[in-house]
């Protein structure tokens, strides 16, 4: 079965970076996008940004232009997410999904998210 | 980008009776290629959220027919004919028909 297994929960201090893995198994990897979604703590969901696990490119939201670093490892089937210059606001669940490269088939799969929070 | 309005966005249900949540996109979400992509997602407490329903009407698989989708255009709704304890949490509205995707703010769904 299809299945996303991200990293687990980290703490970062105001400025650094955080890196959060999400590995793919239960499907050919390379035929859909991993995208990131963040969700603060009692807020919505917000789009953040996907990659082409076929040829690495991403497409960033512009929210987060300059501050997120997408990229992956076909030979592990595993996505990453990077993002940079963190705040207290950066607080949130990351969760990693899918989406379908061949048609419009959005997010069927989802990983079971990782926490991160900022504080000094 | 497209705007998602959800509304309630709180709704206290009794359990087995009916539940309507509607959701309106600022803009036409018809494709140009004839699809509507048009999603909903349900997040329990604690848990990831969770696709149910995928160009507005289409259950995901293992979904109870309970729930059913329907609108176009701009305006939808995600309908539970006979709410159950395990349907609270919170749901939201998800279109992809446009470049980015976007999110309703979500509505919280909780047994009165």
């Known amino acids: 079965q299809v299945q996303l297994v991200q990293s687990g929960a980290d703490l970062k201090k105001p400025g650094a970076s955080v890196k959060v893995s999400c590995k793919a198994s239960?499907?050919?990897?390379?035929?859909?996008?991993i995208h990131w979604v963040r969700q603060a703590p009692g807020q919505g969901l917000e789009w953040m940004g996907r990659i082409n696990t076929k040829t690495g490119v991403p497409n960033i939201s512009q929210r987060f232009q300059g501050r997120i670093t997408l990229t992956r490892d076909t030979s592990i089937t595993t996505g990453y997410m990077e993002l940079s210059s963190l705040r207290s606001d950066d607080t949130a669940f990351y969760y990693c999904?899918?989406?379908?490269?061949?048609?419009?088939?959005?997010?069927?799969?989802w990983g079971q998210g990782t926490l991160v929070t900022v504080s000094s | 980008d497209v705007v998602m309005t959800q509304s309630p966005l709180s709704l206290p249900v009794t359990l087995g009776q009916p539940a309507s949540i509607s959701c309106i996109s600022s803009?036409?979400?018809?494709?140009?290629?004839?699809?509507?992509?048009f999603n909903w997602f349900q997040q329990r407490p604690g848990q990831s959220p969770r696709r149910l329903i995928y160009?507005?009407?289409n259950r995901d698989s293992g979904v109870p027919d309970r729930f059913s989708g329907s609108g176009s255009g701009t305006y939808f709704t995600l309908r539970i004919s006979r709410v159950e304890a395990d349907d609270v949490g919170v749901y939201y509205c998800?279109?992809?028909?446009?470049?980015?995707?976007?999110f309703g703010q979500g509505t919280r769904v909780e047994i009165k």
């Open positions: 160009k507005i009407s």
């Open positions: 239960g499907y050919t990897f390379t035929f859909y996008y």
């Open positions: 999904t899918r989406g379908e490269m061949t048609t419009v088939n959005y997010f069927d799969s």
């Open positions: 803009e036409s979400l018809l494709h140009s290629d004839g699809n509507t992509y």
């Open positions: 998800m279109q992809g028909s446009h470049w980015p995707p976007t």
